[in-house]
Every structure is written in C-alpha cells, then in structure tokens.
C-alpha cells in the first residue's frame, strides 16, 4: 500500500510535480534535438569520407530534424494547453522521427566501413532509444495527470478501489500516446460514453 501512496503522489498534478516534470521534458526535448544535430553531423562526416556520393543519411537527417522539431512544438503546446491531442502528435511525430533516425543509423553503420562511423551510428541508436524511452515516460506521465484531474474535478459517487483506478488512469493514458492510435481511441471513448 505504500508503494501505492507514493507512486500517486509522485503522478498527482500538484505545481511541484508539475515543475519537476516540466523540467524532465525541457530535458528530453534537448536531448532528442542534440541527438539529431549529432546525427547530422554524424552523416556529414560519413558523407564526406566516402568516395562517391552517397547523400541518403543527409537526407534523411533533414527528414528527422522536421519530425523532431515538431515533437518539440507539440510538447511546449501540450505543456501549455495540457490537452492530450497535442501529446497523441508529439508522440506520433517522436515516433517517426525516431524510426526515420534507426533507419539513418542503421544506413550508416552497414553502409560505411569506416570504425569512427560505426562506433557513432551504434551510440546514437544507444542515445535515440533512451530519448524515446524517456519521453514516452513522461508523457503517459503528462497524460495521467490530464486523465486525472478532469476526473478530480468532477465530483463523482462512486467508490472504486483507488489502485485500480489508478491502473486504469495509466492504461488509458497509455492507449492515448500510442502513435496515431492515440485520437481514435479517444473519439471511440467519447462515442462510447454518450452512447
């Protein structure tokens, strides 16, 4: 039980766990943009050791830096509006960009027989997958929280047993940051509920 208690303070939308979470997205948003500049310049540097021109890795850095771009202004949007359409969009546009990423990564490690470009195609798979791992984290975090004070703000008779509620706040909110699926489950939901 007291595991219980202390994993629902850490997820209740209070202004510190507000801030410390604020702070822990500010992070991995620049962590997943220092990630795509050192895949740029990882793919340049590959680029030009190569005796022909084999331009694909830079090509699609630029492709990745777009989707990475707008999964940072969709998690400012979200931290500001604490919508979570905005949270389906940043994780449908990390999800790509992190796909788009492992591909580039994976050109570059098989492609180039040079030891400096494999050794940094490996660490940035290494990096791009923490990144993700993290952000995705933080979101379902953002999105329990979402979850969970429009349920607080509504008074309700009900009395469910608080770990599963608690279980079903974090399913839901996990069902709604899974890319692209995220809106339809949510306009399935509401369907649902005004059927």
């Given at each position: 039980m007291e595991d219980f208690d202390e994993i629902t303070s850490y997820l209740r939308p209070t202004r510190k766990n507000n801030m410390i979470l604020g702070g822990l997205?500010?992070?991995?948003?620049?962590?997943?943009?220092?990630?795509?500049?050192?895949?740029?310049?990882?793919?340049?540097?590959?680029?030009d050791i190569k005796d022909f021109d084999f331009d694909l890795p830079s090509k699609l850095?630029?492709?990745?830096?777009?989707?990475?771009?707008?999964?940072?202004?969709f998690s400012v949007l979200g931290f500001m509006s604490r919508k979570i359409g905005m949270w389906t969009l940043c994780t449908t546009c990390a999800a790509i960009a992190f796909i788009m990423s492992l591909f580039t990564s994976l050109v570059m490690l098989f492609g180039f027989t040079d030891k400096l470009s494999i050794i940094l195609?490996?660490?940035?798979?290494?990096?791009?997958?923490?990144?993700?791992?993290?952000?995705?984290?933080?979101?379902?975090?953002?999105?329990?929280?979402?979850?969970v004070y429009g349920k607080d703000s509504q008074f309700s008779l009900d009395i469910n047993d608080p770990k599963a509620?608690?279980?079903?706040?974090?399913?839901?909110?996990?069902?709604?940051?899974?890319?692209?699926?995220?809106?339809?489950?949510?306009?399935?939901?509401?369907?649902?509920?005004s059927a």
């Open positions: 997205l500010a992070f991995a948003v620049v962590s997943f943009l220092v990630s795509g500049w050192l895949q740029s310049v990882s793919a340049e540097y590959s680029n850095c630029r492709i990745t830096t777009v989707f990475r771009m707008l999964t940072s202004a195609s490996i660490l940035l798979i290494l990096l791009d997958t923490c990144c993700i791992t993290l952000f995705a984290f933080i979101i379902i975090a953002f999105v329990y929280q979402s979850l509620l608690m279980m079903k706040n974090l399913l839901n909110s996990m069902l709604r940051v899974i890319p692209g699926i995220g809106f339809y489950f949510a306009q399935s939901s509401t369907a649902t509920k």
